[in-house]
């Protein structure tokens, strides 16, 4: 675990890091498929990110999940990203939309999955964690968590309805996420990092983050208290 004493100096660390990985794909391929979690906690991530200069034309950035709203709605990640990620030096970076306003969320996610594999598999990814130990929008309470944490699944953007959430959302599922090639896990405050040390001291199959690292068990995790 890479812990850190404060935000600033996790946001910069990893923001460093995560363009190092994408200039070394980007000299090798022509495409670079980066995914990104939402939320409040990779902000400052993506404002040093986007200072970086590369070649962000050639990077396709998805998120991990999104809520079901539009993107001028504040609790769009989309909307996140485009505010904190594409602007300065990457303001050209492709952000790949799930929203769509003239489809319903079932359709609008067939629609998806049918480009999916475009972008797959995922080059870089990088996951938050809740508290109740949900990664991406996979929580415990969601119906059909069992396909959406099925490895035999095809790799697939899923609809999310849980009972704890007031909105529905999508989600990648952990074919898509434990397929990247480099994956990292963003985690700051104490009470997080208690969840962190039960997961990999029991494994507890009850939550889905430890199926996460059961699958990832090279995941970097970047932690800051």
């Known amino acids: 675990m890479n812990c850190f004493d404060d935000n600033v100096e996790q946001s910069k660390t990893l923001a460093a890091r995560l363009a190092s ?64 990620l594409a602007c300065n030096a990457a303001s050209e970076v492709q952000i790949v939309s799930y929203y769509d306003q003239a489809d319903t969320i079932r359709d609008a996610t067939l629609v998806f999955n049918q480009k999916i594999e475009q972008f797959m598999p995922l080059d870089i990814c990088v996951l938050g964690m809740g508290l109740d130990g949900h990664f991406a929008s996979l929580f415990t309470d969601m119906e059909k968590l069992e396909e959406a944490l099925d490895l035999n699944a095809e790799n697939a953007l899923v609809l999310v309805d849980a009972r704890s959430q007031p909105m529905m959302r999508v989600s990648l599922n952990l074919t898509t996420l434990a397929g990247a090639k480099k994956q990292y896990l963003l985690v700051r405050g104490e009470d997080k990092k208690m969840v962190l040390e039960t997961v990999k001291d029991s494994m507890s199959q009850t939550l889905p983050v430890s199926y996460l690292f059961a699958q990832c068990p090279e995941i970097e995790v970047y932690y800051a208290g």
Do not use: K, M
């Not at 980066?34 to 404002?47: A, E, I, N, Q, S």
């Not at 034309?57 to 609790?75: K, T």
């Open 21 to 84: 990985d994408i200039s070394d794909y980007l000299n090798h391929q022509q495409r670079v498929s980066l995914c990104l979690p939402g939320g409040t906690t990779p902000g400052p991530v993506f404002d040093e990110l986007s200072r970086v200069e590369l070649d962000w034309r050639r990077v396709d950035v998805l998120l991990s999940d999104e809520r079901w709203v539009s993107v001028n709605s504040p609790l769009s990640n989309e909307a996140l990203l485009r505010d904190r």
